[in-house]
């Protein structure tokens, strides 16, 4: 009988030792990283049916107000903590260069963009008048780029902008490349807002 107790108290020890062992590993270990801050106004079910614009790379489709776009090379600009992609779009006719702008300011803006080469007004003032519209300035700086796929610029740089808006939502926006002491050459883009609704994306390979 003495050897029998001696064993269970033994065997008491080592399930209490075996306890201790696993609750001090338990408040040691490292907590679990939190998790990535979720916007919880962002639509995910749209990206499911639509596909995601702010995923858009080179080759992808996209389709915009029933016309379907194949991109060609995209631009990605970053100023500071704020940045936003244009992606060059051809419909196969080879008729005027079109660009879509993806950003999250803090929502999903989305706009279509025309280029217009023969316009001859030029970023500065507080109001700009052009095509029988006036168009009043939202903001301006310079941004690095960098660039994928084919869109006609380096691989990287920089490139400064300015963007304005008419009463009616109509966009006009400014862009220059030029290298370090040459004169701006301005590009200038009429852009019209585009509703999520509006935009469908088939990435490459399904």
């Not at 201790?20 to 907590?31: D, E, F, G, I």
């Not at 801050?37 to 790379?57: A, C, I, M, N, S």
């Not at 903001?139 to 740089?157: D, M, R, W, Y």
């Given at each position: 009988?003495?050897?029998?107790?001696?064993?269970?108290?033994?065997?008491?020890?080592?399930?209490?030792?075996?306890?201790v062992v696993v609750l001090?590993?338990r408040r040691t270990s490292?907590?679990?990283?939190?998790?990535?801050?979720?916007?919880?106004?962002?639509?995910?079910?749209?990206?499911?049916?639509?596909?995601?614009?702010?995923?858009?790379?080179?080759?992808?489709?996209?389709?915009?107000?029933?016309?379907?776009?194949?991109?060609?090379?995209?631009?990605?600009?970053?100023?500071?903590s704020w940045g936003w992609?244009?992606?060059?779009?051809?419909?196969?006719?080879?008729?005027?260069?079109?660009?879509?702008?993806?950003?999250?300011?803090?929502?999903?803006?989305?706009?279509?963009?025309?280029?217009?080469?023969?316009?001859?007004?030029?970023?500065?003032?507080?109001?700009?008048?052009?095509?029988?519209?006036?168009?009043?300035?939202?903001?301006?700086?310079?941004?690095?780029?960098?660039?994928?796929?084919?869109?006609?610029?380096?691989?990287?740089?920089?490139?400064?902008?300015?963007?304005?808006?008419?009463?009616?939502?109509?966009?006009?926006?400014?862009?220059?490349?030029?290298?370090?002491?040459?004169?701006?050459?301005?590009?200038?883009?009429?852009?019209?807002?585009?509703?999520?609704?509006?935009?469908?994306?088939?990435?490459?390979?399904?």
């Amino acid at each position: 009988m003495n050897t029998g107790l001696v064993v269970l108290v033994v065997l008491l020890l080592v399930v209490v030792a075996v306890l201790v062992v696993v609750l001090v590993r338990r408040r040691t270990s490292a907590p679990a990283a939190p998790a990535a801050p979720q916007d919880p106004f962002r639509d995910t079910g749209e990206d499911v049916l639509r596909g995601d614009p702010r995923k858009l790379k080179a080759g992808d489709l996209v389709e915009i107000r029933g016309t379907t776009y194949t991109v060609r090379g995209s631009l990605h600009y970053t100023e500071q903590s704020w940045g936003w992609t244009e992606h060059l779009l051809d419909d196969s006719t080879g008729g005027r260069k079109m660009w879509l702008s993806v950003e999250e300011d803090p929502d999903l803006e989305l706009a279509l963009w025309h280029e217009v080469p023969s316009a001859t007004v030029t970023p500065g003032p507080s109001t700009v008048d052009f095509d029988g519209r006036r168009y009043k300035k939202d903001e301006s700086g310079t941004a690095k780029f960098v660039s994928s796929g084919t869109t006609g610029l380096n691989g990287s740089g920089t490139a400064k902008y300015a963007d304005y808006e008419s009463g009616d939502g109509a966009l006009l926006s400014f862009e220059s490349y030029a290298g370090p002491g040459e004169p701006d050459k301005w590009e200038v883009g009429r852009g019209e807002p585009l509703t999520r609704a509006e935009v469908r994306v088939w990435a490459q390979g399904g």
